[in-house]
Structure formats: structure tokens, C-alpha cells
């Protein structure tokens, strides 16, 4: 089992940064691959990034590629994503998930967050 708690969301400008903490209980987070959901308003939950157990891979999506770094301590448990040039656009609940594959698909995560709301304003 693991238990995640995602932090360090809030309002910031276009054009400005953050970065997002998912901090994890249990001495096997280095077991599982994890990756960060976002949840915009009316839309579907979606893929933003993923990180493989070790960190030697990573893969993101379209929208956020060149803009959006994860990465992860498993010394401290925990996985981070820092977005910069942050844009209305990525305005969302931001979820951080583990799970036995490095995937962009929801499914492949057995354990989530309660989430973190990023607000970008114009």
C-alpha cells in the first residue's frame, strides 16, 4: 500500500512557476512508477507526466513537454513536477498517481492523491 499527498499548488500569473510535491508513505514508493494527472474544469482527468521507479525515464504530454519537469527522490519519498511558462490553459486539480507501469493511461495506477488546485490567472 502506498498513500500519496500531493502539495504546493495555488494562483500564480502566466507566465510564472511551480512546483508540485507528491510525498509518499511506505518503504516500497521505489517499487512503482509514478505520474501527475491534471483535471481541468468540466474536462476529463489527463496524463501530464510520468516517471519511471528509478527516474531513469521520463515521458510527458504534448501540452506540457518543454515547460513541465518531473522528478524523484526516493530517498525522500518523493516526486516532484515543476512547471514553468505556466499558461491558463493548465489551470486544474493536479493529481499525482503510483503504479506498477510507466504509462499514460489512468488505469495503470492503482494508488492516487486527493490532488493539489493549480489556478493560473491571465
Known amino acids: 500500500q502506498v498513500q500519496l499527498v500531493e502539495s504546493g499548488g495555488g494562483l500564480v500569473q502566466a507566465g510564472g512557476s511551480l512546483r508540485l510535491s507528491c510525498a509518499a508513505s511506505?518503504?516500497?514508493?521505489?517499487?512503482?512508477?509514478v505520474g501527475w494527472f491534471r483535471q481541468g474544469p468540466g474536462k476529463e482527468r489527463e496524463f501530464a507526466a510520468a516517471i519511471t521507479l528509478n527516474g531513469a525515464r521520463t515521458y510527458y504530454a504534448d501540452s506540457v513537454k518543454g515547460r513541465f519537469t518531473i522528478l524523484r527522490d526516493n530517498a525522500k519519498n518523493t516526486v516532484y513536477l515543476q512547471m514553468n511558462s505556466l499558461k491558463p490553459e493548465d489551470t486544474a486539480v493536479y493529481y499525482c498517481?503510483?503504479?506498477?507501469?510507466?504509462?499514460?493511461?489512468?488505469?495503470?495506477?492503482?494508488?492516487w492523491g486527493q490532488g493539489t488546485q493549480v489556478t493560473v490567472s491571465s
Open positions: 511506505g518503504r516500497t514508493f521505489g517499487r512503482y512508477a
Open positions: 498517481a503510483a503504479g506498477n507501469s510507466y504509462s499514460t493511461y489512468r488505469d495503470d495506477y492503482a494508488y
